[in-house]
């Protein structure tokens, strides 16, 4: 029980100083770091509410979310190798299941939709990354491998090793092949679905525009011409006169 319990808080730590380029010693990492915290005080959480002590479980959440920003409820199902970068503001529901040596930056909820009971939480597979900001709402799976992008808000299932952008999110990347138009992924330095599409938009109001410009021209010139029409029979009359 407890070299099981060394191992995990050991392979932890192994996660932190592997993922994050910042961590200078695994003693800073124990100590300081609040994401590393938040899970520790899941694993803890998690074992009394596994052993039907649900208050205790959610006092111990509650804590951890007032200490770290990060809120975890007990009932999640966290895999090992777990690193959340910088923590604040990170959210991850009931019925959560997230996989083996996932990633997961600021600000990123792993949330439900509706108020049904059951799994209403996404599953990540394993070797996720979540960047910042983004938010799976929904009982699907995030397949292992899988990338997505700072921002992006995922409503629905994503495949093994492909990369999610945008709002909603689409499959820009699977096994490293475009989908579509779309540049590598580092969290920022990604193609925009809706971005792409206000440039689209853009341009067509731009060609509508001129459109209407060139419209104008041919009305006014149409009107002028009616009026010089119109004052023909006037100057006839005036020199029969």
Known sequence: M????????????DAVMERDPAARSRLEVALLYSGFKAVRSYRRANW???????????AISQRARHKTGVEIHPGATIGKGLFIDH????????????GDNCTIYQNVTLGGTGKHTGKRHPTLGDNVMVGSGAKVLGPFTVGSGARVAAGAVV????????????VPARVVRVNGMKVSDSEELDQIHVSDPVSQELCRM????????RQMVEMQLQLEAMQKKLEEMKALP??????EA
């Open 2 to 13: 407890l070299k099981s319990y060394l191992e995990n808080i050991k392979s932890e730590i």
């Open 48 to 58: 009394f509410y596994r052993h039907n002590m649900k208050f205790i479980a959610r």
């Open 87 to 98: 923590g604040m503001g990170v959210v991850i529901g009931e019925t959560t299941v997230i």
């Open 155 to 166: 409503l629905d299932a994503v495949p093994e090793n492909a990369t999610a952008v945008g």
């Open 202 to 209: 853009n341009l067509k109001y731009t060609q509508m525009k």
């Open 234 to 239: 006037a100057t006839s009359d005036s020199e």
